[in-house]
Each structure stands twice: as C-alpha cells, then as structure tokens.
C-alpha cells in the first residue's frame, strides 16, 4: 500500500447511515469551505462556535471569518481546554451559554477543537432543545480520526471516563489538516494511537504501511491525508453497520478498557493522555491476547514496537507518577475496569486479537484472569 499522490482538492468520505448520513471532509486549508457548506446545508441557520482557550487562539477567527464571508451569523462559547471541562459543570456553562444566545433547533453549534470540545459541545447539542444539530471541525488527530466521527457524545464521572452521555450524530466534518501544524508533537502522538489502532483492530495492510511510512505521517502531506482518510473509512464503515455499539462497533474500543481505567486512575489529567492510555491499553491487550493464547508472543511484540518507535508509552511504568494513585496496584486498576461502559452485570468485556489485523470481542472475561495478568506485567517490570 502506498500513500496517493498530493492532491489538491479535498477527501470526502461519507458515513453511511441513511437520513442522519453525513460527509467527512478532509485536506489542507478545507476550514475555509465550512461557511459554503453550511449555507447549502441549512440555509438561514445561525451558529454557535464552542472551542477551547488555546483553539481560540489560533483558529477562531478563521472559523469566524469562513462564517462571515457565507453571511453566517456566529457566537462564540470558549472553555478551559483540558478534560476539566468535560464535567457537570463544564456543560451546565456550554448548555446555558447556549440558550442564553438564543440558539434554536433549526440553528447549529459549532465544535472547533479536539476530542473535549467535540463531546462537551456535541453533548450540550443533544439535550438543548431536546436535540439541535452540529457539526465537527476537529482540530487534533485524535479527534479528526476518531473522536468527531460516528455520534458519541458525553462526559466525564468522578467515578470513569465518558459515563455520561448520547448518540448524536453531527450533521458535518470538516476534518482540516492545516489545524494539526499548531498541535504540540506529544498531542500529535497521542492522536497516532487511534490511527494505529485502526491496523491493529481490521487492517495489517495498513499496519504494515504505517510502520513503513510514519515518519511521512508525522511530517504532514499526502501521507498524513492518506493516513486520516484511511482511518474515517475504517471507522465510518463500523459506526455504518453498528451506530449504537450493539455489536462490532465495540472492536473500536480496542486498548480502551484497560486505557480508561489508566485515564480514570491519573485523575483525566495531563499526565496521561487520553491517546497515550490507548497506547498502552492496546499494548496490554495484544500481551492479555497473547497471554490467552490467541496470538503469538511475537504480535504482541510488533504492537508493542510500532507505539514504541514513534514515541509513545507503551507500559505502566511509562505513565508518569507511575507509583502512584493505584497504577502499581493490579486490584486498583481492575476495579476501575469495572466502570467501563463495556460491563455487562459486572463482567468485564475486553477487545482482543486473533491476530494483528483482526480484533474479536471478548465476552464474560474473568476478573481473575485480568487480575493475574496485570500482576505479572507489573512483577515483570518491577
């Protein structure tokens, strides 16, 4: 598999879902296209731009001025960044500023930001009115490639990640790559966990093109437009076949359940990013597979060196303050575990593999197997 040639118009992928179907536009510079596709989408709405501090600072005004330029009228809600805002609070003040600007359920709210602006925004849209519509305008890789697509929405617990929350679809997504040259190197790995995991779950072809090209990925062009357009088909044609996780679109959860409890464990801190607990999430899943006997150690091992070599952690002992609140403690991280919205009557449901390429639903998996496993992880690098 290799990367198309550079192109100069943009990607659309389409997510196929019958009347809520919706486009994924991807390229350089495609923000300036979202006041046209409004106005041809829902002519005479108005608008509502939610973002973060830091979005703000180098994006608003472009969103702003494609908007303007259309005769798109706009407001702008900006937050915290960081997972501090995707709490009760947080949307109480997204949901208030809401009504307080009038926005109505033929308008539309605008998420400009990565995976925290996208749920809290796409959250608030849900419940306000009874459900307005809203478009996507993701602004890390994380979020271009996993976060704005398929509908999930929601909020942080006290007690675990994302446990409150609805399915609404957006209405658009306008996936710019132009917004990823302000992302920090750390953000941009981070977003990488998703893109690899899309290999990992259904496609070694383009795990293999990964570990060939990444380094192309990371310097941006036409190998990173390949690399998130490869990535929404995968997960368009999932959320397609399975809006409501009912069946296979739980195989997009692949390093999650173990990365959630890490996440919930750092407190949804900068510590752990949410892409980064993937990483090592999916790592301990390739390892619990090959511990079950599933796969070969050596699969495993090729997960676990792709992370590696781009930089991401790939162990417990990676995670900053490894020591503490619980991440040296195997019954600790298990019963975070059993938060997951995975859970059925408190069984634990992991995502594992078969081989690299092709990832299977795990039903029903005894604690004590979990338990057993991550104690030996931790003994083993101790």
Same mark, same amino acid.
């Given at each position: 598999?290799?990367?198309?040639?550079? !192109?100069? $118009?943009?990607?659309?992928?389409?997510?196929?879902?019958?009347?809520?179907?919706?486009?994924?536009?991807? =390229?350089?510079?495609?923000?300036?296209?979202?006041?046209?596709?409004?106005?041809?989408?829902?002519?005479?709405?108005?608008?509502?731009?939610?973002?973060?501090?830091?979005?703000?600072?180098?994006?608003?005004?472009?969103? $702003?001025?494609?908007?303007?330029?259309? =005769? #798109?009228?706009?407001?702008?809600?900006? %937050?915290?960044?960081?997972? *501090?805002?995707?709490?009760?609070?947080?949307?109480?003040?997204?949901?208030?500023? @809401?009504?307080?600007? !009038?926005?109505?359920?033929?308008?539309?709210?605008?998420?400009?930001?990565?995976?925290?602006?996208?749920?809290?925004?796409?959250?608030?849209?849900? #419940? @306000?009115?009874?459900?307005?519509?809203?478009?996507? %305008?993701?602004?890390?890789?994380?979020?271009?490639?996993?976060?704005?697509?398929?509908?999930?929405?929601?909020?942080?617990?006290?007690?675990?990640?994302?446990?409150?929350?609805?399915?609404?679809?957006?209405?658009?997504?306008?996936?710019?790559?132009?917004? @990823?040259?302000?992302?920090?190197?750390?953000?941009? !790995?981070?977003?990488?966990?998703?893109?690899?995991?899309?290999?990992?779950?259904?496609?070694?072809?383009?795990?293999?093109?990964?570990?060939?090209?990444?380094?192309?990925?990371?310097?941006? *062009?036409?190998?990173?437009?390949?690399?998130?357009?490869?990535?929404?088909?995968?997960?368009?044609?999932?959320?397609?076949?399975?809006?409501? $996780?009912?069946?296979?679109?739980? @195989?997009?959860?692949?390093?999650?359940?173990? *990365?959630?409890?890490?996440?919930?464990?750092?407190?949804?801190?900068? !510590?752990?990013?949410? =892409?980064?607990?993937?990483?090592?999430?999916?790592?301990?899943?390739?390892?619990?597979?090959?511990?079950?006997?599933?796969?070969?150690?050596?699969?495993?091992?090729? %997960?676990?060196?792709?992370?590696? $070599?781009? *930089?991401?952690?790939?162990?417990?002992?990676?995670?900053?303050?490894?020591?503490?609140?619980?991440?040296?403690?195997?019954?600790?991280?298990?019963?975070?575990?059993?938060?997951?919205?995975?859970?059925?009557?408190?069984?634990?449901?992991?995502?594992?593999?078969?081989?690299?390429?092709?990832?299977?639903?795990?039903?029903?998996?005894?604690?004590?197997?979990?338990?057993?496993?991550?104690?030996?992880?931790?003994?083993?690098?101790?």
């Amino acid at each position: 598999m290799t990367a198309p040639l550079r !192109r100069s $118009e943009a990607i659309v992928v389409d997510v196929a879902l019958g009347e809520r179907a919706y486009d994924i536009v991807i =390229g350089r510079d495609a923000l300036t296209s979202l006041g046209a596709r409004i106005a041809a989408l829902r002519p005479g709405a108005r608008t509502a731009i939610v973002t973060d501090r830091n979005v703000a600072k180098y994006w608003l005004e472009k969103t $702003e001025a494609a908007l303007h330029q259309a =005769g #798109i009228a706009a407001c702008r809600i900006v %937050v915290d960044e960081g997972e *501090g805002s995707k709490t009760y609070a947080g949307l109480e003040r997204v949901s208030e500023a @809401l009504i307080a600007a !009038r926005i109505e359920r033929n308008d539309l709210v605008i998420a400009l930001g990565g995976g925290v602006v996208g749920d809290l925004a796409g959250f608030a849209a849900a #419940i @306000l009115r009874r459900g307005v519509d809203f478009i996507q %305008v993701p602004t890390s890789l994380l979020a271009q490639v996993d976060s704005s697509v398929g509908g999930k929405t929601g909020i942080n617990s006290p007690q675990g990640k994302n446990l409150l929350g609805a399915f609404h679809q957006p209405v658009l997504v306008i996936a710019d790559t132009a917004v @990823l040259d302000t992302l920090p190197p750390r953000q941009f !790995r981070a977003g990488y966990a998703e893109v690899a995991k899309y290999g990992v779950l259904g496609d070694e072809a383009f795990f293999a093109w990964l570990e060939a090209n990444h380094a192309e990925v990371f310097k941006g *062009g036409a190998a990173r437009e390949h690399a998130i357009a490869t990535s929404c088909r995968a997960k368009a044609a999932i959320v397609a076949r399975d809006e409501r $996780e009912t069946g296979d679109r739980a @195989l997009l959860n692949l390093g999650h359940t173990f *990365g959630h409890a890490l996440e919930a464990a750092t407190g949804f801190s900068d !510590r752990l990013f949410h =892409g980064e607990g993937v990483a090592v999430g999916m790592v301990l899943a390739a390892q619990f597979s090959a511990a079950l006997g599933m796969i070969a150690e050596s699969d495993a091992a090729r %997960v676990e060196r792709h992370l590696a $070599e781009v *930089g991401l952690p790939t162990h417990l002992q990676d995670i900053a303050g490894f020591a503490q609140e619980g991440l040296a403690d195997a019954d600790a991280l298990l019963a975070l575990m059993a938060q997951d919205k995975k859970v059925r009557r408190g069984r634990l449901t992991f995502i594992l593999l078969r081989a690299v390429g092709r990832a299977v639903i795990a039903a029903d998996v005894a604690p004590a197997q979990v338990r057993d496993f991550l104690q030996a992880k931790l003994a083993a690098r101790a």
